[in-house]
C-alpha cells in the first residue's frame, strides 16, 4: 500500500498562486509516475498533470504553462506550483500515483486538498 497526504490548498485571488506539497509513504519502491488530479462540484475528477521518477511530465492542456509539477524522490515528494489561478481552477486536488492509470488517475490517492479561486 502507498500513504499519500496533501497539504497547501487554500483560497486565493484570480491571478494568484498557490503551491501544493504531497508525502508518499509506504510501498514507494513501486511507484514510478505520480500526479495531480481535481474535482469540481458537479464535475467528474480529472487528471491535471503526472511525473515520473525519471522526471518527465505531462500535463492537462487546460493547465499548461499555468502549473508546474516537480518531485523529489529523496523525500518521496511531489509538488504542484498553480501560477495565475483562475476561478475554474476552483476543486479539491488530489495527490494520485500507482498503475493502472485512467483519465481520473492513478490507484491510490490522498484525502485531497480544497483549493479556491475567487474571482
Known amino acids: 500500500q502507498v500513504q499519500l497526504v496533501e497539504s497547501g490548498g487554500g483560497l486565493v485571488q484570480a491571478g494568484g498562486s498557490l503551491r501544493l506539497s504531497c508525502a508518499a509513504s509506504?510501498?514507494?519502491?513501486?511507484?514510478?509516475?505520480m500526479g495531480w488530479s481535481r474535482q469540481a462540484p458537479g464535475k467528474e475528477r480529472e487528471l491535471v498533470a503526472t511525473?515520473?521518477?525519471?522526471?518527465?511530465?505531462n500535463y492537462a492542456d487546460f493547465v499548461k504553462g499555468r502549473f508546474t509539477i516537480s518531485r523529489d524522490n529523496a523525500k518521496n515528494a511531489v509538488y504542484l506550483q498553480m501560477n495565475s489561478l483562475k476561478p475554474e481552477d476552483t476543486a479539491v486536488y488530489y495527490c494520485?500515483?500507482?498503475?493502472?492509470?485512467?483519465?481520473?488517475?492513478?490507484?491510490?490517492w490522498g484525502q485531497g486538498t480544497q483549493v479556491t479561486v475567487s474571482s
Open positions: 511525473i515520473t521518477r525519471g522526471g518527465s511530465t
Open positions: 494520485t500515483a500507482g498503475l493502472p492509470w485512467s483519465s481520473a488517475g492513478g490507484d491510490y
Open positions: 509506504g510501498r514507494i519502491f513501486s511507484i514510478n509516475a
